[in-house]
C-alpha cells in the first residue's frame, strides 16, 4: 500500500468524492479525511491509501496541483517515518516533582506599597 498525502481540498468535499477522483488512477484502498474531534468538520487534509506505486504516481501527476471546489490541492507521498523523527518539546516551567520556589514571586512584591482605597463618597 501506498500511502498518499492529500491537502486543500474543499472542507465541504465526501470520501466518495475523493474516492472517485483517486479511481480513475489506479485502485484506491482507503481514505482518510481528518476530522476535529470536537466540530467533526473537515481540517482541509487527509490521506489515501492506493494499491499499486504506478497508481500512486499517475494520481500524483494528475491530481497535484489541480483546482477543485476553487481550492487548489496539493498530492504527496506521504511521509511514513513521520513517527521516527525525533520531536523536540520545550522544558517545562515548572519542576516534575511539583515543588516551586515562590520566593522569587514574593520578593518582586514586597517593595511595592499597597494600594490606596477608595471610598464611597
Request: aromatic content about 8%; hydrophobic content about 35%; proline content about 3%.
Amino acid at each position: 500500500m501506498i500511502k498518499l498525502f492529500v491537502v486543500g481540498y474543499p472542507l465541504d468535499i465526501q470520501d466518495s468524492d475523493l474516492i472517485e477522483m483517486f479511481a480513475i488512477q489506479g485502485m484506491v484502498h482507503s481514505v482518510q479525511l481528518i476530522t476535529d474531534k470536537f466540530t467533526r468538520k473537515h481540517k482541509g487534509f487527509g490521506f489515501v491509501e492506493m494499491v499499486d506505486q504506478q497508481g500512486a504516481e499517475r494520481a500524483i501527476e494528475a491530481l497535484n496541483g489541480r483546482v477543485i471546489g476553487g481550492r487548489k490541492i496539493t498530492v504527496k507521498f506521504a511521509d511514513e517515518k513521520r513517527e521516527e523523527k525525533p520531536r523536540s518539546f520545550k522544558d517545562n516551567r515548572f519542576p516534575a516533582d511539583g515543588t516551586r520556589s515562590t520566593s522569587g514571586a514574593t520578593e518582586q512584591f514586597k517593595s511595592k506599597r499597597p494600594r490606596k482605597l477608595l471610598s464611597d463618597r
